[in-house]
């Protein structure tokens, strides 16, 4: 269409709906309020529309993409995503690793996995794994101390990342809400991931979650001594745009996805 059609589809649409739906500037345009309106219920309207189309001549038959965040990526996604592709065959992942969070119109996601409360607008989200926590360490320096019999033996250890607030949080369910962790050198670390590598090492006691740390437990990379567990409220959870919630292969990777933590949430 030429510039001067466009112009004209615009002005009969702001005719039918009563009010301008652009503002003019020197250098451009911007939507109005009601034009900000229009845009997010006629993008969402025209992806059901997409889906819709899709799913008819088999379009899902392609590729699901995922943005997970690190550690639920490596220490849980990874090591189950190949049944998912074996009942799925049809079905290919392309996975992107990122602490970033997705950004649905403009980036090529169909679903994302992110850790919070939940509350995201224009995302419809459903609880994977609750954000539960507790010490782990590697059984070498457990046996530094002649084993851990209370929880209280754990200050007698170098804590990793001792200003995370699970510590305090974690302290004060076994009553030790007053204790105080040795001060020492501040080692934090970003990701569970590497934080558990450094417990692992030897380098002092973590605390993660323990549903993303199970075959460490299996196999003795790590020890958690206490079975006593935190939870802050919050968790991680598969969302994807409320306009996709028909979308053929988000619903089916979603309910592979909720069979596959079923065993954390009711836990």
Not at 204 to 213: D, E, I, K
Not at 227 to 250: H, Q
């Amino acid at each position: 269409m030429t510039q001067a059609a466009v112009s004209y589809q615009i002005k009969i649409l702001e005719e039918r709906v009563g009010s301008p739906l652009f503002e003019r500037f020197a250098r451009g345009v911007g939507l109005t309020q009601t034009g900000q309106k229009l845009f997010h219920h006629s993008s969402a309207a025209l992806d059901i529309l997409s889906d819709a189309y899709s799913d008819a001549i088999g379009a899902h038959e392609g590729t699901l993409s995922l943005s997970v965040i690190p550690t639920f990526a490596t220490n849980f996604l990874a090591q189950r995503l190949g049944r998912f592709q074996l009942q799925h065959s049809d079905l290919a992942v392309r996975m992107e690793i990122s602490e970033d969070l997705s950004d649905f119109a403009t980036g090529n996601v169909d679903v994302a996995i992110r850790s919070g409360r939940g509350e995201w607008d224009g995302l419809a989200s459903h609880l994977l794994l609750p954000t539960t926590f507790t010490p782990m360490l590697a059984p070498s320096l457990a046996n530094s101390l002649g084993g851990l019999n209370r929880p209280e033996d754990l200050l007698e250890l170098p804590i990793l990342s001792r200003d995370d607030p699970w510590w305090q949080a974690w302290l004060s369910i076994v009553g030790l809400g007053a204790a105080t962790i040795k001060s020492g050198d501040v080692r934090s670390f970003g990701s569970q991931i590497v934080e558990a590598g450094a417990a692992m090492a030897g380098h002092g006691v973590a605390m993660l979650t323990p549903a993303f740390f199970q075959s460490e437990i299996a196999n003795g990379a790590l020890l958690q001594p206490f079975d006593t567990v935190g939870d802050d409220g919050s968790g991680y959870w598969l969302v994807y745009p409320e306009s996709r919630r028909n979308s053929l292969k988000i619903k089916r990777f979603r309910s592979w996805l909720a069979k596959e933590t079923q065993f954390f949430r009711e836990g």
